[in-house]
């Protein structure tokens, strides 16, 4: 494997480990969670329609992925909260829709697979570039609403009454999700999003004891995933995608067990 393939897509990892860890650190409060998963599998829709129509699938999948945020926080709001059938939902209906348009043409088939289990060892400079702007964008967007969003994850009606914009804000949080899932396929693919997103949030809550504290284990973590992942890829010729999740799950399972260990020998 060439080397500078390796230091491009380790920067591109790095980058989507930072963004995907903190916007995954908000939606875990926000109990958000399978939202990732269902953004990731309807934008799918929009990357197979793009090769099958030949404009750039990369915009076809962060549309799709908008349309399905719109969607259900329209829903959302209709139902006061987002329930496992809304999220199941846009997540089977654009598997499902992004498959039949595969099945009509050769090309849509043989693209998907790669926005399915991830193609970051092909990523180029356009998309380290893509990728960079969405970093800028994810800490330009924490930086003045991170505050925002722990209170409203805390105590929603007194962040109405000290005039926060509920629906603004969190409308907002699901579009940046959307914008970090549809670069996070490139890493590692559809099926293993929301995995991405999530996991470094949930080791984080096993180790920290605040907020800060939370911020900074899952970006840690994540970054950790990342790196070790794509070394393990670049020696062992595995999937990187599968190996940054897989990395991550084992880090879950030690954390855990070593704190149930920590805690017998008390």
Do not use: C
């Not at 404009?55 to 349309?67: H, N, W």
């Not at 962040?159 to 409308?171: D, L, P």
């Not at 470094?200 to 004891?209: H, N, Q, V």
């Amino acid at each position: 494997m060439d080397l500078n393939v390796v230091q491009n897509s380790l920067l591109i990892a790095l980058l989507l480990a930072i963004e995907g860890s903190l916007v995954g650190v908000f939606l875990l409060v926000r109990r958000y969670s399978l939202l990732a998963d269902a953004l990731a599998h309807f934008s799918l829709v929009g990357a197979a329609l793009g090769v099958f129509f030949g404009f750039s699938s990369l915009l076809g999948g962060v549309f799709a992925a908008l349309t399905g945020g719109v969607i259900l926080e329209t829903l959302r709001y209709k139902e006061n909260a987002f329930n496992d059938a809304n999220l199941a939902l846009i997540s089977a209906g654009g598997l499902s829709l992004a498959l039949i348009i595969a099945s009509l043409k050769g090309e849509v088939w043989q693209s998907l697979g790669q926005y399915l289990f991830g193609s970051i060892l092909f990523a180029g400079k356009r998309d380290l570039i893509w990728a960079f702007v969405t970093f800028l964008g994810v800490l330009l967007f924490l930086l003045f609403y991170s505050r925002h969003l722990l209170l409203l994850s805390i105590d929603q009606s007194g962040a109405k009454s000290q005039g926060i914009k509920v629906r603004f804000s969190e409308f907002f949080l699901i579009i940046l999700a959307t914008i970090v899932v549809s670069f996070g396929i490139q890493a590692v693919g559809a099926l293993l999003t929301g995995a991405f997103l999530v996991l470094p949030a949930l080791i984080g809550i096993e180790l920290a004891r605040s907020f800060t504290g939370l911020i900074v284990w899952a970006v840690t973590v994540s970054l950790i995933m990342a790196v070790a992942g794509i070394i393990i890829t670049f020696f062992l010729n595995l999937p990187p995608g599968a190996t940054i999740v897989a990395t991550g799950v084992l880090i879950y399972i030690l954390v855990v067990s070593g704190k149930k260990l920590g805690q017998r020998g008390k």
